[in-house]
């Protein structure tokens, strides 16, 4: 029985944390960088417009650039996927009244909702419990969303710097000075091809990391600084379609069940959410806890199996597949968020610092708060024209009296329940939420979802046939994610690639975008693990799992629009 | 529409793809087509057959060497001296940049990446595939001189059955910065026949083969029908054979008239790179492979064993 983390990849965070290299007078010098055009980086950066324009002399000492945001994809919201079934409570306070909701790119508030228990042929409706009640939340791409808020954030003065990664920090007696971005133009043995572009150094007075699920820099920044927290991260691995459907869908759907097993053994917590997208769009995915056991589990597959289902066959009937994306989600929560939020220099927000309330199946409008709360902790320091060490702590108060917090601590020991098996965790967390976290069950003990000792079951004997019309492989899907990334440059992805078989067939199965393949028989009872990096549409869930994920050559990757 | 094709040549011969523009241009009114660089004069007659009426041609030693700079300095006096209000070009790694420097000189519109064209009312319309070659775009020029780059393998270079074209010779004054670029060396790429973006042949070997040695079955049947070899993105990336032989959505983009596809899936990314081409044949031995929904021909069964019978067919016939 192996366990994934026995095999650690070859990565160390130190070779990620450097000194500037570039002369002084060459280096990039920016106000704030925020690493990420996400909503946390995003709203970070137009609430510093709003605050500059307010107060034109700190903009004035700010430099020319004041504001940057560094996106690896093509443009904002080229990497962002999610449900999305958001609270707009955080783009209220974001926006004010500078804008309404209805300005927003959504397909409106949600219309209604039912929940199912799933088992192969039926459906058994439930009340909706509490914390999965939606009415009054909107229904959004956030993909799209991205975008609009891209647009909204240069309009404010940020100048946005997409296909560019952030692939070291700067560190300095202590201090993030900034990041240094990743080379262009590699060959895949590492060698400069003829377009090679070298990185910049970025250096800022405040470096805001908004990466996002498994970030790179976060995870490099919580070592270096020693900010993780008292539990281990874990994270759950959603996939999702989005279809061009026949009928209108007249509510958002929820279910839970098959095709998941409930067997407390295999550990599968999860489920699936169907939401309309306005009149002919609806999204499908499957959501599963990457700490389950069985190494021939793939949430792909499962998705595609869901779709069989006579309840959900129908919604799509008629349909046509227009877009997939997968997408890692930090399920920690409260227990598993950083001890602190700020080092020198460096302030961590949304869901790279795991700020995800995963009872409730949100996290989008904690990430837009978070942002809009480093940005005015930024500005404060900023204000007094001194950034030391403790000026960033502001942040810290802020996120602790906010409802990001209150909402994360009520639902503290929601996730680690489950691992007592579906229907009893089920029954805690029911007992949990409804009396808002009062139920005191004592911390529950976690532990990274890579040490999940591994079984071999055949489950991935029973996934449909990919049919090209409801069910579809990888490969095709990878080709819908819109991903196209140069294929002869360096390996992106760390990984032990001689591990025993079923190290290997866990993440092969494991990767909805067909990166890993089990190679051939090393003779010493390892096998070789086949990798083709430029499949990968970085959902992380190999950094879960026991590799690592680092940043591609920017603009690599998917080419979200709807997801 | 006084239309003018670039064309590009290697040694004493014209680029294929360029010739397959220049055809199509002649098909929509008179065309002229411009050569530069060593040798163009004794090309002059060649481009007359797919239909030049006047060749410019320019053998200055500032053109010598295959960069882009210069030619820009040529193509500019061209279109001044000649009038021409349409500028055409084949993709390749000169001409997209040729085409982009003579955009940015005249501060012209180019539209790139487009896989045919034509006269609707008058007015040029070229198609430009979009959203993943999902549709056809539309697109337009909205002032003149209208540039316009093609995609490799776009038109058949066919000849048209022109005469000898009006030989007019060019030779601009450079701008200082044209010859700031310097080739500091050539290296070709060891390969015997046809490229894969000019070959009217093409065998490709996926991992169907089985092992990196198994491609010499590929070698074997491209050399017998005189083609050339192309390879899937998987045995690239597991090092059975280099990435100039890549074709699909990461690689290259193919339309021979006959693509052989052996022990190949067909997964989209690769499909994209290879639909347009005439004819597909696809041995398999999985009965299921996507490759099969798409092919003219498909024969399931093993490359190991049908592969060397069809060469030697192949060459029986041939002798």
Not at chain 1, 179 to 184: C, I, M, N, S
Not at chain 1, 194 to 201: K, V
Not at chain 2, 259 to 277: E, N
Request: glycine residues 12%; proline residues 7%.
């Amino acid at each position: 029985m192996s366990r994934a983390s026995n095999f650690p990849p070859p990565f160390s965070p130190r070779d990620y944390v450097a000194e500037p290299t570039d002369p002084a007078d060459e280096r990039i010098e920016v106000g704030v960088l925020i690493v990420g055009a996400g909503p946390a980086g995003l709203a970070c950066a137009i609430r510093l417009g709003q605050l500059l324009e307010e107060h034109p002399d700190v903009a004035e000492r700010l430099g020319d650039v004041p504001v940057a945001v560094l996106e690896k994809g093509k443009q904002p919201g080229s990497h962002l996927l999610s449900g999305a079934v958001v609270n707009p409570r955080a783009l209220h306070r974001l926006f004010g009244d500078r804008l309404r909701i209805d300005d927003l790119p959504s397909f409106g508030p949600v219309p209604g909702e039912s929940v199912y228990v799933l088992t192969r042929r039926a459906a058994l409706p439930i009340p909706p419990p509490p914390p999965m009640r939606n009415h009054g939340n909107w229904i959004f791409s956030l993909s799209q969303l991205g975008r609009f808020l891209g647009e909204r954030a240069e309009e404010g003065g940020a100048m946005i710097l997409p296909e560019t990664s952030a692939q070291k920090l700067l560190v300095s007696h202590g201090r993030v000075l900034g990041v240094r971005t990743g080379d262009k133009g590699r060959g895949r043995e590492g060698g400069e091809l003829g377009n090679f572009e070298a990185g910049s150094d970025l250096v800022a007075k405040v470096t805001v990391l908004a990466e996002g699920t498994q970030g790179h820099l976060t995870g490099v920044a919580l070592d270096r600084f020693g900010l993780r927290g008292e539990d281990p991260q874990v994270w759950e691995l959603g996939v999702k379609e989005v279809w061009k459907v026949a009928k209108p869908l007249d509510r958002i759907i929820h279910t839970m069940g098959w095709p998941l097993r409930p067997g407390r053994k295999y550990r599968e917590f999860g489920g699936s959410f169907i939401y309309p997208m306005g009149k002919d769009m609806v999204t499908i995915g499957l959501v599963v806890g990457l700490d389950y056991r069985d190494a021939s589990l793939s949430v792909h597959d499962l998705l595609q199996e869901l779709k069989t289902h006579p309840k959900i066959r129908k919604i799509l009937a008629g349909g046509e597949r227009v877009e997939w994306g997968a997408k890692t989600i930090p399920s920690g929560g409260f227990h598993s968020l950083p001890r602190r939020l700020h080092a020198p220099g460096l302030l961590l927000c949304g869901d790279g610092a795991g700020m995800v309330n995963i009872p409730r199946l949100k996290g989008v409008h904690y990430a837009i708060e978070s942002g809009r709360l480093a940005a005015e902790a930024a500005f404060r320091a900023l204000q007094r024209g001194e950034t030391p060490a403790s000026a960033l702590s502001s942040y810290d108060d802020a996120v602790r009296a906010s409802f990001i917090w209150d909402d994360l601590y009520e639902v503290r020991n929601m996730r680690q329940v489950f691992g007592r098996g579906f229907f009893v965790g089920g029954a805690l967390a029911s007992a949990m939420t409804m009396s808002k976290g009062r139920v005191e069950l004592g911390k529950m003990p976690a532990e990274p979802d890579a040490d999940q000792p591994l079984l071999v079951t055949d489950r991935d004997k029973s996934y449909p046939a990919p049919d090209g019309a409801l069910t579809f492989d990888k490969l095709s899907s990878v080709f819908a994610s819109g991903n196209k990334t140069r294929d002869d440059q360096p390996n992106h992805i760390r990984l032990e690639r001689r591990v025993p078989r079923d190290v290997a067939q866990l993440w092969a199965h494991m990767c909805p975008a067909q990166v890993y393949e089990v190679g051939p028989e090393e003779g010493d009872g390892t096998v070789k693990v086949d990798v083709a990096p430029s499949n990968c549409v970085q959902c992380g869930a190999i950094t879960a799992k026991g590799g690592r994920l680092t940043p591609p050559e920017g603009g690599s990757g998917p080419e979200y629009t709807l997801t | 529409m006084a239309t003018l094709v670039f064309l590009e040549h290697h040694g004493d011969e014209l680029q294929k793809g360029a010739l397959g523009v220049l055809a199509k241009a002649a098909s929509l009114g008179d065309a002229a087509a411009v050569i530069a660089g060593p040798g163009a004069r004794a090309l002059a007659g060649e481009a007359g057959k797919f239909g030049a009426v006047k060749v410019w041609v320019c053998e200055d030693e500032d053109v010598a060497q295959p960069v882009p700079q210069p030619r820009v300095d040529v193509l500019a006096q061209v279109i001044d001296d000649g009038g021409y209000d349409t500028v055409l070009f084949a993709n390749s790694v000169l001409a997209a940049d040729v085409a982009a420097g003579l955009a940015a000189r005249l501060d012209a519109g180019l539209n790139w990446d487009l896989t045919d064209i034509e006269l609707r009312d008058g007015e040029l319309v070229g198609k430009r595939p979009a959203l993943q070659d999902s549709i056809y775009a539309d697109v337009g020029w909205t002032s003149t001189p209208r540039l316009a780059l093609f995609r490799a393998g776009s038109f058949d270079a066919t000849p048209t059955g022109g005469g000898e074209p009006e030989i007019a010779d060019v030779s601009p004054s450079y701008a200082a910065h044209s010859g700031s670029v310097k080739l500091v060396g050539q290296d070709a790429e060891e390969s015997s026949g046809p490229s894969i973006e000019d070959a009217d042949v093409i065998v490709a070997g996926g991992r169907g083969l089985g092992a990196p040695e198994n491609f010499t079955l590929a070698e074997e049947l491209a050399k017998a029908l005189g083609g050339a070899v192309g390879a899937t993105r998987a045995v690239v990336d597991a090092g059975w054979y280099p990435y100039s032989a890549q074709i699909g959505q990461t690689g290259k983009t193919v339309s021979p008239k006959l693509y052989v596809a052996l022990g190949i899936s067909g997964a989209i990314q690769h499909k994209v790179g290879m639909q347009s081409s005439g004819t597909i044949v696809a041995i398999n031995k999985d009965p299921n492979a996507p490759i099969f929904e798409f092919s003219d021909l498909g024969v399931v069964g093993d490359v190991h064993e049908v592969v060397p019978k069809l060469t030697e067919l192949v060459r029986a016939r041939s002798t």
